[in-house]
C-alpha cells in the first residue's frame, strides 16, 4: 500500500476510534435521566453506568498502551473497537440496571484497549514534521463529539429511546475494526524493530515484559483515586472516600517502590526519564483540571443558578467546543512554527485568562464577557491538547508509543475528575448553609446565593491551578518537531 493511502486510511481510523468514545460518553449523560425511569434505577446505580465505565477506562490504559507496543497497535485496536461494538450492542438489550453497569465497565476495558492505539498507529504511521496536524484532526474531531453529543443523544432518545444511542457507535466500530486489521502497518520511522507494529516476537519474551505486577498496582491506584475523586461532589469528604484516597496513595506508593526495583517495569524507566514527556503530562494535567472544573461551575450556576434548561446551557458553552474545533489546526501550525514550549505557554495564558474574566464576569446569562471567556477557555485548551499530546507521541522511543499514549490518556481521565473534586470542596468550605436543600442521592444542593458567592474564588482557584501548569511549559521543547535522535536524548 502506497504510504500517502495507509497514513490516510490510519488517521480515519484514529480518529473514528477516538470519536466514538467522546460521543458515548456524552451521550449516555443525556440519557441516564430516561434509563433510570424505564429501569426503575436508583440515582446511586444511574451513577455508576458512568463510575464504573471511567473506573475500568483509567485503571487499564497504561497495561492497554504496553499490549500495544508488545503485540501490535493495530491488533489491539481491533480488539478494542470489535469488543466496544458487542458491549455497545449488548447495552441496548440490558433487561436491568446491574446489566447496564456490569456492560458498561466491560465497555470500559475495551475502551482502554483502543484509546491509546489510536496515538499509537498515528506515531508509527506518520513522519515528525505531520503528526502535530494529524494529531490537530483528530482533537478536532473529538471536541466535535463532544459538542454534538448531547444534540445527537437528544434527538435519539426523543425518537427511539434510550437505547438507540448505544447502538449508534456499533456499525462504524465494527467498520473500523476490521479495517484495521486489513491495513499492513510499517515499522516506525525511527527504529528497526518489530514491536509495536504488529510483527510477531516470542511469546515468552512479550510476558515477561509486560510487568504484569506494576499493572495490577497502578490499576488499584488509579481505580481508588478515580472512584474517590467522583465520589466527592456527590457525597463530600465522607468516611468512604477518605479510605477510598488513602488507598489510591498506599497502591500508588508501592508502584512507584515496584517501579524502581522490577527489572521489566510497566513505564519503561526511558519514558520517566524523558523531561519532555512529564513536563507535557503535567501541563494536561492543570489545564484539563482547569477546564472541566470550570465546565462543572459554569454548567452548574447556569442551570441551577440562572434555571436555564440543558440547551440554553449548552448553546452559552457552545464558543468553547467550537473554538475546540477550529482551533486545534491553528495549534498544529504553531508547534510545527513556534515549537511546543512558546505555544503552550501562549494556551496557558488564554486559559488562566479566560478563568480570571469567568471568575469576574455579571451574573446574567447574557453577559457578553462570559461568552468571551468560554472563546479563550476552548482556544487555550484545545491548543494545550494538540500541543501536549504532539510532544508526548513525538518524544516517546517507538518501542514505548503505546504506554505513553496510556499515560496520556490517563492524564485525560484524571484531571477533569480531579478539576471537579477541586471546585466542589472549594464551594463547599465557602459557600455558607450548603445544606439547606438536600438532593435525592444524599448530597448537598447550594441555593442560589451561596454558590454565587463561592463561584468567584473557586474559579480563582482553578485559574491557580492553571498557572501550576506554567513551569512545566517552560520545560517542554523550544523548537520544532524534534528528530529522533533528540527525542531519546
Known amino acids: 500500500m502506497r504510504p500517502g493511502r495507509h497514513r490516510h486510511l490510519t488517521l480515519v481510523a ?17 440519557a441516564q435521566p430516561t434509563l433510570q425511569r424505564d429501569l426503575h434505577a436508583s440515582f446511586a446505580q444511574v451513577q455508576w453506568t458512568s463510575t464504573g ?20 497497535h493495530r491488533e489491539v485496536f481491533a480488539v478494542g473497537t470489535v469488543g466496544f461494538a458487542a458491549t455497545s450492542a449488548a447495552l441496548a438489550l440490558a433487561p436491568g440496571a446491574g446489566w447496564v453497569i456490569g456492560l458498561r465497565v466491560a465497555q470500559g476495558i475495551f ?37 454534538a453529543g448531547p444534540l445527537v443523544g437528544g434527538a435519539l432518545i426523543a425518537h427511539f429511546g434510550w437505547r438507540s444511542v448505544f447502538l449508534l457507535n456499533v456499525a462504524p466500530a465494527l467498520l473500523i475494526g476490521v479495517a484495521a486489521l486489513a491495513v499492513r502497518v510499517p515499522a516506525p520511522h525511527d527504529t528497526g524493530a518489530a514491536v509495536g507494529t504488529g510483527a510477531k516476537a516470542g511469546a515468552g519474551a512479550r510476558t515477561a515484559r509486560l510487568g504484569l505486577t506494576g499493572a495490577c498496582l497502578l490499576a488499584a491506584a488509579l481505580a481508588c483515586l478515580i472512584h474517590t475523586l467522583v465520589e466527592v461532589p456527590r457525597t463530600g469528604w465522607a468516611p468512604g472516600t477518605v479510605l477510598g484516597l488513602a488507598a489510591a496513595v498506599a497502591a500508588g506508593g508501592a508502584f512507584a517502590w515496584h517501579q524502581r526495583v522490577a527489572a521489566h517495569p510497566l513505564i519503561p524507566r526511558q519514558v520517566l526519564a524523558s523531561r519532555a514527556l512529564t513536563a507535557a503530562l503535567a501541563v494536561l494535567l492543570a489545564s484539563s483540571a482547569t477546564m472541566f472544573g470550570a465546565l462543572f461551575v459554569g454548567s452548574y450556576f447556569l442551570q441551577e443558578v440562572l434555571a436555564l434548561d440543558p440547551l440554553q446551557s449548552g448553546l452559552r458553552v457552545l464558543p468553547l467546543a467550537v473554538m475546540m474545533v477550529v482551533g486545534a489546526p491553528v495549534a498544529a501550525v504553531l508547534v510545527r512554527r513556534q515549537g511546543p514550549r512558546r505555544t503552550a505557554l501562549g494556551a496557558m495564558a488564554l486559559v488562566s485568562s479566560g478563568m480570571l474574566l469567568l471568575a469576574g464576569v455579571e451574573r446574567s446569562a447574557a453577559s457578553p464577557a462570559m461568552a468571551v471567556a468560554f472563546l479563550m477557555l476552548g482556544a487555550g485548551f484545545g491548543t494545550v491538547m494538540v500541543t501536549a499530546t504532539a510532544v508526548v507521541v513525538q518524544q516517546a522511543p517507538a518501542d514505548d508509543s503505546g504506554v505513553s499514549g496510556g499515560l496520556k490518556q490517563t492524564i485525560m481521565n484524571i484531571g477533569p475528575a480531579l478539576g471537579i473534586a477541586l471546585a466542589t470542596t472549594s464551594i463547599t468550605l465557602i459557600a455558607p448553609g450548603l445544606a439547606t436543600r438536600q438532593a435525592g442521592d444524599g448530597g448537598s444542593r447550594w441555593t442560589a446565593a451561596a454558590f454565587g458567592g463561592a463561584m468567584g474564588p473557586t474559579l480563582l482557584l482553578l485559574a491557580a491551578v492553571a498557572a501550576l501548569g506554567v513551569p512545566a511549559a517552560l520545560r517542554l521543547p523550544s523548537g520544532a518537531a524534534a528528530d529522533p535522535a533528540s527525542r531519546r536524548a
Open 111 to 147: 475502551g482502554a484497549l483502543l484509546q491509546p492505539a489510536t496515538l499509537g498507529m498515528l506515531r508509527a504511521a506518520f513522519p515528525a514534521d505531520r503528526l502535530p496536524m494529524a494529531i490537530a484532526v483528530r482533537s478536532s474531531a473529538i471536541g466535535l463529539a463532544a459538542a
Open 53 to 72: 465505565y471511567l473506573i475500568a477506562v483509567a485503571a487499564l490504559l497504561v497495561l492497554a498502551g504496553r499490549l500495544g507496543d508488545r503485540y501490535g
Open 14 to 30: 484514529s480518529v473514528t476510534g477516538a470519536v466514538i468514545v467522546a460521543l458515548d460518553g456524552t451521550v449516555l449523560t443525556i
